[in-house]
T-cell receptor
Framework: DAGVIQSPRHEVTEMGQEVTLRCKPI?????LFWYRQTMMRGLELLIY????????DSGMPEDRFSAKMPNASFSTLKIQPSEPRDSAVYFC????????????FGPGTRLTVL | AQTVTQSQPEMSVQEAETVTLSCTYD???????LFWYKQPPSRQMILVIR??????QNATENRFSVNFQKAAKSFSLKISDSQLGDAAMYFC????????????FGTGTRLAVRP
């Protein structure tokens, strides 16, 4: 298995632009998680899905952030408009329910908003 | 709400020596899981070891072992025979239940290994 795949690995954009981060979970996993990692706040859960349905989006910082999971093999995290304080590493992780809760992480997307 | 605390921002160990990283957590639940993840400079999050709260026996994975004290809500990681490749950020994490659920992470401990 290729593991969790994220794209792009690096993204540099200017303030005000729309940013879309993409994730392909491990096949057969029914949970998908989006995390954000910064020096100041560490690893924060933004949102997670079960069987493509959002379960908990309480970590989404504000309305500028949105996430979708149109099918079991694809999810997006969109920021519109982006701001410099959104600069962080964004991780996607997946998990198969009933398997000890271990989450498998993608390589992350490093986002820089100028 | 569950919280995870790692009180050591940085640690250092001599190659081949043993080091222990500390983690405490707060929960009112009885069924949960605890994890240690390693994040090397590549930033990939790698699972090191997992402990089920209902198991009294401490988990071990080769040179990595934990000291799980449920009553004290403590979950420390011991790395034996430290190697240069062990240098990384280590995160303690808490997860509730046996099905997929969110993890709560500590702030991490940066481990340096001296040759």
């Amino acid at each position: 298995d290729a593991g969790v795949i994220q794209s792009p690995r690096h993204e540099v954009t200017e303030m005000g632009q729309e940013v879309t981060l993409r994730c392909k979970p491990i096949s057969g996993h029914d949970y998908l998680f989006w995390y954000r990692q910064t020096m100041m706040r560490g690893l924060e859960l933004l949102i997670y899905f079960n069987n493509n349905v959002p379960i908990d989006d309480s970590g989404m910082p504000e309305d500028r952030f949105s996430a979708k999971m149109p099918n079991a093999s694809f999810s997006t995290l969109k920021i519109q408009p982006s701001e410099p304080r959104d600069s962080a590493v964004y991780f996607c992780a997946s998990n198969k329910g009933g398997t000890h809760n271990e989450q498998f992480f993608g390589p992350g997307t490093r986002l820089t908003v100028l | 709400a569950q919280t995870v605390t790692q009180s050591q921002p940085e640690m250092s160990v001599q190659e081949a020596e043993t080091v222990t990283l500390s983690c405490t957590y707060d929960t009112s639940e009885s069924d949960y899981y605890l994890f240690w993840y390693k994040q090397p400079p590549s930033r990939q999050m790698i699972l090191v070891i997992r402990q089920e709260a209902y198991k009294q026996q401490n988990a071990t994975e080769n040179r990595f072992s934990v000291n799980f004290q449920k009553a004290a809500k403590s979950f420390s990681l011991k790395i034996s025979d430290s190697q240069l490749g062990d240098a990384a950020m280590y995160f303690c994490a808490y997860g509730l239940g046996s099905s997929g659920d969110k993890l709560t992470f500590g702030t991490g401990t940066r481990l340096a290994v001296r040759p």
